[in-house]
């Protein structure tokens, strides 16, 4: 059976009430589509959409479960995903890209200015640009009428966007191991903290990868 606008509009409430992300709400409305396409003309729409729903997903309670394994599952994508869009800009241009942006933040700021803790702090709050221009887009398309639920990736921006913190943190406990057996003559903060502004600059461009991969953009940087 093909279900009429009418019929395509009570799934579309349905799903829309019981999922919180756009992949899983995409995939079950497709199941549902597919699973009614191999019943008969006659079938009753109502009592066909119920056993669809309450049967083969499971209710309410199937379909919050289904959603919470996709997002583990998708969440390991996600990041693995991150992962080598970090690891490709050791090996594309963008690497140049980094190494000028630290030289200059260097320059402009001066050994005094980057000597200091609260560097990681404001490598976090540059972090927090592609995800307002990610807002921005958003609110954009919902006054377009063209965005509707989220996308799982949205779940994990955090993390990414405290990326400084935890390499701050690891790099400073690998000199600590460091200084145990040797006590280096140079500056650890120095290196440490422009390392975390090297590194943060591969993070930003990995997020905004991130985003155009949520919204289906082509790539802007």
Known sequence: MKPNQEQLG??????GSVT?????????YDHILTALDALPDNTPFGSALHHIVEHELGGKKGITRIETNYKKAATKEIF????????????SPFLLVGVA???FFYWLFGKSFVDQPGLTVICMFINIIPTLIRRLVIAKARRDGTYGKSSV???VYGWFGAFPLYLQV???AICFLVS??????????????LSVFFLNTFNIISICKLCRDEFN?????
């Open 101 to 103: 942006s630290t030289t």
């Open 20 to 28: 919180n992300y756009k992949e899983t709400y995409s995939e079950l």
């Open 80 to 91: 693995k995903r991150y992962f080598i869009y970090f690891g490709n800009c050791f090996f």
């Open 153 to 155: 990736i949205k779940s």
């Open 217 to 221: 953009l082509p790539l802007l940087i």
């Open 170 to 172: 690891g790099l400073n």
């Open 10 to 15: 009570v799934i579309q409430d349905i799903l």
């Open 180 to 193: 145990l057996v040797y006590t280096p003559h140079f500056n650890s903060y120095l290196y440490v903290n």
